[in-house]
């Protein structure tokens, strides 16, 4: 069975450009999280979806940050415009129904680097 | 306070070795609780949950002590192939969310 999707894997851009990551989530899987992580740090939450609606997006950067998940599947993350401090991995992940002892399957990330 | 703190690391040791690693998190009403690895530059993946009683996965053993606030992951008899990050993680206060620790790196030499 395949696991989490992303694309790209990696990413260079000028500062002030937009960017977008695409995620699918493991098959069945009706929750999708999308995280970040900074160089020797855990990942953070960013935004997390039940099927289609986002029930959690307090951490989400909104001036910047967007994200959609139509139709309750795929997810795009998109960052319009691009600063130095956004160079990170973005990772998506995906459980089954999002329980609390859900185990979440993670995605190979995007590396994202703002010149 | 970090909702969750765990040793800073590095770990340097030897195949064969035992260690621990230790973490406690800030939030009294967290239910679950795990530990996740992170090969360096991979995706995380679950490597045990955590139980109340403690539980136990091969060379691995962890353990809670919720009136603490302090969880525990031991390796016996290391292996080269244990060398990675080992990230805490505790459910956040929205139930679903998971807040990880910033993660200890073990580096396992011959």
């Known amino acids: 069975e395949a696991g989490v999707v992303q694309s790209p894997r990696y990413k260079i851009i000028e500062k002030k450009q937009p960017v977008a990551f695409w995620c699918n989530p493991i098959?069945?899987?009706?929750?999708l999280y999308w995280y970040l992580q900074n160089l020797g740090q855990g990942p953070e939450l960013l935004i997390r979806?039940?099927?289609?609606?986002?029930?959690?997006d307090s951490q989400l950067p909104k001036d910047r940050f967007s994200a959609e998940r139509l139709k309750g599947v795929d997810s795009t993350l998109k960052i319009q415009p691009a600063e130095l401090g956004d160079s990170a991995v973005y990772l998506c992940?995906?459980?089954?129904?999002?329980?609390?002892?859900?185990?979440?399957?993670f995605g190979p990330g995007t590396r994202l680097t703002v010149l | 306070r970090k909702e969750v703190e765990q040793d800073p690391g590095p770990f340097n040791v030897p195949e064969g070795a035992t260690v621990a690693f230790n973490c406690t998190y800030s939030?009294?009403?967290?239910?679950?609780f795990f530990w996740y690895r992170q090969d360096c530059r991979k995706e995380p993946k679950l490597l045990m949950s955590?139980?109340?009683s403690g539980n136990e996965d091969g060379r691995f053993t962890a353990q809670l002590n919720r009136a603490s606030q302090y969880i525990s992951l031991l390796i016996r008899d290391s292996k080269l192939s244990d060398s990675a990050t080992y990230l805490c993680?505790?459910?956040?206060?929205?139930?679903?969310?998971?807040?990880f620790g910033k993660g200890t790196k073990l580096s396992v030499k011959p």
């Open positions: 992940a995906s459980s089954f129904s999002g329980g609390p002892g859900d185990e979440q399957f």
């Open positions: 098959s069945g899987h009706n929750t």
């Open positions: 979806y039940e099927n289609e609606e986002a029930v959690d």
């Open positions: 939030n009294s009403a967290s239910q679950s």
């Open positions: 955590v139980y109340s």
């Open positions: 993680v505790v459910n956040g206060r929205s139930q679903g969310n998971l807040i």
